[in-house]
């Protein structure tokens, strides 16, 4: 139980979180074979949590998936000048379906997907052990 612990107590450390993606952040981007090779791991297994009842590997996934959330804002408001980045906040605020939300990113930010796809793996890659990343 207390590896456990030790591993939750990661996904709590947002701070760690933003200063890594802080760190990492203006550096180039990864490489391509690397990214499919973190976005093809089951972070859950390789962290040791798949024997885990559902409902407590549900609640980490949901912590995991809003961290990797806010790195991806981060990045989204880093491609936005400061017009877009009102337009968007606008849109956010009065938007009726996540469909025009992703429509205006995806005209504004063509790399959009790529960007995703990237912190997903930066995220995997950081709570990896080291000598599986």
């Not at 407590?56 to 912590?63: A, N």
């Not at 981060?74 to 017009?83: F, G, P, R, V, Y």
Request: glycine letters at 4%; aromatic letters at 6%; charged letters at 30%.
């Amino acid at each position: 139980m207390g590896c456990y612990t030790n591993k939750k107590a990661r996904f709590h450390d947002i701070d760690f979180w933003l200063q890594s993606l802080y760190n990492t952040r203006n550096n180039k981007n990864m490489d391509q074979k690397k990214i499919e090779s973190l976005l093809s791991v089951d972070l859950i297994k390789e962290l040791g949590l798949d024997w885990l009842p559902d409902e407590e590997r549900q609640k980490i996934l949901d912590e995991m998936s809003e961290l990797v959330s806010r790195a991806i804002w981060l990045k989204i408001m880093d491609n936005l000048n400061e017009t877009q980045a009102e337009a968007l906040g606008a849109l956010i605020d009065t938007a009726t379906d996540h469909a025009e939300v992703t429509n205006f990113l995806k005209q504004n930010i063509p790399s959009i997907e790529e960007i995703i796809r990237e912190e997903v793996a930066r995220y995997k890659g950081m709570m990896m052990p080291a000598h599986l990343s």
